[in-house]
């Protein structure tokens, strides 16, 4: 460290290295002492700027002028591309008429924006690369053990396969062992058929015998004759053997069916620096979901979840109430409904309004300050599903009162924005009916419909162009056609849907690739679904009328 700046030291001048420093050349950027002033000048005072060594730094050093060597240039001219001027350009027939701006006005302003340019560098871009780069060091440090879950998980499916197939071959030497005693009865039985005629043909030849040689009239007189009995033979018994007709292994199907790797996903989502933005930090998904609680709503036929907070959430079933409960499962409130049907689905605005639907009035509601009010009001068609967007929107699946047609309908309040009913092709983009469709929208305003009667999620961008379908995974331990109910998504934009049929959840990326289900929390009948704002999800049961 040179000892001449160093803070354990005072500041000594540069040229004798010994006195205290006491003035500051602007110019030459060199700390003095009072003699070496003037050694420092000696080759021309206008040369230099000597200034009080606590004021250093304090002079402006303008360009010199290419025109005119010895004068400096102190305006800039924006007539000809803010180039630089002294006075005597400004005064001269070239310049003018023009128009000149002080070069320490731009310089104040400049220095400004390199000081707000320094600071951003040093406390947001800078740590911000230092984030990336630390999270793709953390990727790489991890990459290994991900792999290795990745093979372990298909080890785990490949021993699954292998059990399996040993009880499907064992079962089928089990049918043929049964097959083998029920040949060896029919071949016993006929056996035992013929060796009774043999001896009765045995004992008829005896008999015969005897009488040849006997002299006797009357045992040849009464003799009767057996052999035309005797010719009728008996059919002549072939069972044939069982065959095993292996089928040909069809490799792609099996591959299919085991279930095949997801293709590796680079997300390039652009970087984005916005000023006093609080970072949200990202919940990864759990290896092993947990069952953090189970509230019992006392709701018969539960269907319906939405979070108003991160504390609380209303409820419906199949009864004409609405329920609202705390995380610990407390009852805050109860809204009873004026119709005695139970609501469609329920949803809260972005002013924690709560909404539902009643198809039997072709209406959407709004309860707003314990009162309810009329918020929507179809005719011919009747509301089922409903999702607040991000934006404020209200998105409503509905269907025609024939139920021969159905379709999203965007609202801004009670105006209608949007319609989404049919692919580019004219195809009526969802099933045709008065089934459920429950909807949600995700961070990418992709709007998501879990068709019921379809067995499909349908994902359409916020143009109301198909992106793409999903239609259930191949599972070994699923057996039953999927069938989505309710639906939702997180903040990686996730798209979760419950399967009713298989009770379980399926976890799909953003672009409709399988990712894992849901399957170890002893789920019954799960119906709908609903994510808070830290990623905690909620699960309606249907038979149980609990919300997990």
Same mark, same amino acid.
Request: glycine share 4%; proline share 5%; net charge neutral.
């Given at each position: 460290m040179d000892p001449r700046s160093s803070a354990q030291d005072i500041h000594?001048?540069? !040229?004798?290295?010994?006195?205290?420093?006491?003035?500051?050349?602007?110019?030459?950027?060199?700390?003095?002492?009072?003699?070496?002033?003037?050694?420092?000048?000696?080759?021309?005072?206008?040369?230099?700027?000597?200034?009080? *060594?606590?004021?250093?730094?304090?002079?402006?050093?303008?360009?010199?002028?290419?025109m005119h060597p010895h004068k400096s240039c102190e305006f800039q001219c924006k007539d000809c591309n803010n180039s630089f001027v002294c006075s005597s350009c400004m005064a001269s027939e070239q310049h003018k008429g023009h128009n000149f701006v002080d070069v320490t006005e731009v310089y104040k302003t400049m220095k400004d924006d390199i000081?707000?340019?320094?600071?951003?560098?040093?406390?947001?871009?800078?740590?911000?690369?230092?984030?990336i780069a630390l999270d793709l060091e953390n990727q790489l440090a991890n990459l290994d053990g991900g792999y290795?879950? !990745?093979?372990? /998980?298909?080890?785990?499916?490949?021993?699954?396969?292998?059990?399996?197939?040993?009880?499907i071959v064992n079962k089928i030497k089990t049918d043929i062992s049964e097959i083998k005693v029920k040949h060896r009865d029919i071949l016993q039985?006929?056996?035992?058929?013929?060796?009774?005629?043999?001896?009765?043909?045995?004992?008829?030849?005896l008999a015969l015998r005897k009488i040849e040689k006997s002299t006797e009239v009357s045992s040849a007189i009464e003799y009767k004759s057996k052999m035309r009995e005797f010719s009728k033979l008996p059919p002549k018994v072939?069972?044939?053997?069982?065959?095993?007709?292996?089928?040909?292994?069809?490799?792609?199907?099996?591959?299919?069916? *085991?279930?095949?790797?997801?293709?590796?996903? /680079?997300?390039?989502?652009?970087?984005?620096?916005?000023?006093?933005?609080?970072?949200?930090?990202?919940?990864?998904? !759990?290896?092993?979901?947990?069952?953090?609680?189970?509230?019992?709503?006392?709701?018969?036929?539960?269907?319906?979840?939405?979070?108003?907070?991160?504390?609380?959430?209303w409820t419906s079933g199949e009864t004409n109430n609405i329920k609202c409960f705390n995380i610990k499962g407390s009852l805050l409130q109860t809204i009873k409904l004026n119709s005695v $049907? *139970?609501?469609?689905?329920?949803?809260?605005?972005? $002013?924690?309004?709560?909404?539902?639907?009643?198809?039997p009035t072709r209406t959407v509601y709004k309860v707003k300050n314990q009162r309810t009010e009329e918020l929507i009001r179809l005719q011919g068609w009747r509301p089922s599903q409903l999702c607040v967007t991000c934006t404020g929107d209200l998105l409503v699946t509905?269907?025609?009162?024939?139920?021969?047609?159905?379709?999203?309908?965007?609202?801004?309040?009670?105006?209608?924005?949007?319609?989404?009913?049919?692919?580019?092709?004219?195809?009526?983009?969802?099933?045709?009916?008065?089934?459920?469709?429950?909807?949600?929208?995700?961070?990418?305003?992709?709007?998501?419909?879990?068709?019921n009667m379809a067995n499909?999620?349908?994902?359409?961008?916020?143009?109301?162009?198909?992106?793409?379908?999903?239609?259930?995974?191949?599972?070994?331990?699923?057996?039953?056609? *999927?069938?989505?109910?309710?639906? /939702?998504?997180?903040?990686?934009?996730?798209?979760? /849907?419950?399967?009713?049929?298989?009770?379980?959840?399926?976890?799909l990326d953003q672009n409709g690739q399988f990712l894992r289900y849901i399957d170890n929390c002893d789920l019954n009948k799960p119906f709908g679904l609903c994510v808070d704002n830290n990623d905690n999800l909620f699960v309606c049961e249907y038979i149980k009328g609990n919300s997990s």
């Open positions: 000594r001048c540069d !040229l004798c290295d010994t006195a205290i420093v006491h003035s500051y050349c602007d110019i030459c950027y060199v700390n003095l002492c009072k003699p070496c002033v003037v050694d420092h000048i000696s080759d021309g005072y206008h040369k230099h700027v000597i200034v009080p *060594f606590n004021e250093r730094r304090s002079t402006l050093i303008y360009p010199k002028c290419e000081k707000k340019d320094t600071k951003e560098l040093e406390n947001q871009i800078s740590p911000t690369y230092e984030e290795d879950k !990745l093979t372990t /998980t298909i080890s785990k499916q490949g021993e699954q396969w292998h059990r399996e197939i040993d009880i039985k006929h056996l035992n058929e013929i060796k009774q005629i043999q001896s009765l043909i045995k004992q008829t030849f072939k069972v044939t053997l069982p065959k095993f007709i292996p089928k040909p292994i069809d490799r792609q199907k099996l591959y299919s069916l *085991f279930g095949p790797i997801t293709p590796l996903s /680079t997300a390039t989502d652009e970087n984005v620096l916005s000023l006093n933005q609080p970072n949200t930090p990202i919940r990864e998904l !759990l290896d092993e979901p947990e069952l953090v609680a189970t509230i019992q709503t006392g709701q018969e036929k539960l269907r319906n979840v939405t979070c108003l907070n991160e504390d609380k959430m $049907n *139970f609501p469609t689905d329920i949803a809260v605005d972005s $002013n924690g309004y709560l909404l539902y639907s009643d198809w509905i269907y025609k009162d024939d139920k021969t047609q159905s379709k999203v309908v965007r609202y801004s309040g009670s105006t209608e924005k949007q319609t989404i009913q049919f692919d580019g092709e004219g195809k009526p983009l969802y099933s045709e009916n008065g089934y459920i469709k429950y909807i949600t929208e995700n961070r990418k305003h992709d709007i998501c419909v879990a068709d499909a999620i349908v994902v359409v961008n916020q143009d109301g162009k198909l992106r793409w379908r999903y239609t259930g995974h191949p599972s070994v331990t699923k057996n039953k056609p *999927f069938n989505p109910r309710g639906i /939702t998504t997180d903040s990686q934009s996730h798209i979760l /849907t419950a399967d009713g049929n298989n009770h379980c959840i399926h976890i």
